[in-house]
């Protein structure tokens, strides 16, 4: 039964940056549940997937060298580990991970006919089509059963699990391995990370509701890694039940006891995020506005689909951030989904006279720490709002 716990009003669509800023944009309303019997959070609103992901899809993975690190070290670990004949990549986007495998081994699947494109031109075989069964039927026609498929951040944003699921475990060879990687819920709830959720995440996952899924297909976990990427992410290594070449490691029962131990299987947990979500977005009204006062001069850094949800829950606008600065070619020029906020075209000299920045890719802190470090040397300051708004001193 599906509980509601939060309410983060209208939204737009997150990836929408337009050219002109309209007051009237394509809205929704961004609700959030809880599955008591599955443990699944997901939002209520589903937009069909072509209004999302279509020719015109800004997002690149290679754009953050944390990610590109990522994948490197993956794709070292996926051959040494498992050493697979086929490997299958379901959105793929601009190929960062796949370009570490073999092209003559390999297919991608990416929708976005902008950035399949760009793994086309690479030599690399891409579909560009949305996963699902009649895709499945298709590939099914002209190639033989893959022993490896792997997803980043791309299942939580299709609707139809059960389909999902089936249609992988049909590609899928008996003793072959399906590794899927997202944010964890975990992290999103400990963080406060409310702009986890917005139109393209339908769901945000735990072990408890990927464990619950997967019974159906007859598909288990058998290993769990923890990734500092995207805020805090699981990796799940997943087989078929009666493949015994890998045994279940141990860090599957450690998560599973971790998530209920928080209580992740509990309304209560969800309606508690809700009362903190509530209170971060009057804290960080509050700071911005103190700053504001006393004359300082803000700006976004990463104009981020998450960025999106905190903006418009918030009510935030250009009365506190001047701009949004991104690397993002597509998103240059354009303004913050909702917002009357302009995205520029990064480029350092657009951090002179500025006193703080609001991270909005606050998941790359790190990175963004590294490139920055003279914004910061000249006393330059950060602002986050995860896990609670304030300025950043380290
Ligand atoms: O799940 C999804 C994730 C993987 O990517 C998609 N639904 C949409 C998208 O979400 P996001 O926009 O919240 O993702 P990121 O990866 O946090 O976006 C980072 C943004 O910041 C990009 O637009 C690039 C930009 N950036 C920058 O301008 N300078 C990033 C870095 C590291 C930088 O130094
Ligand atoms: N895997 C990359 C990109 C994540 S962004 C990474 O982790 O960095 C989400 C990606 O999922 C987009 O490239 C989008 O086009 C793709 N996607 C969305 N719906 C899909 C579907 N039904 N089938 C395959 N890919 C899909």
Redesign the pocket.
Known sequence: MNKFFLNLGSQPLA?NYLNKYFKKQIKYNLKLYFNNRTNLVSISKRIPSKKMFNNKYP?KSS??K?MQKSFLDLSFEIKKRFNPKFFLEIGSNDGTLIKNFPKNKTIAIEPCSNLAKITKKRGYKTYSEFWDNKLVNKLLKKHNKVDLIYSA?TLT?ISNLDDVFSSINRLLCDEGILIIEDPSLLECIKKVSYDQFYN??IYVFSALSVQNILKKFNLEIFDIKNLNT?GGSLRYYIKKKKNNKFKIHKSVKQQLKIEIKFGLDKLSTYRKFAKLTLKSKTKLLSLLKNLKISGKKIIGY?????ATTVLNYCKIDDNYIDYF????PD?ANKFMPGKKIKILK?KKRLLTNVDYIFL??W??KK??FI?EKKFIKNGGKFITHVPSPRILLK
């Open positions: 990836n997002y754009l953050s944390t951040n944003h393209e995440h995207h990463g104009a981020t689909a998450k600065l991104d690397t993002t998103k990064y909005g890719a998941n790359f990175e963004i490139k």
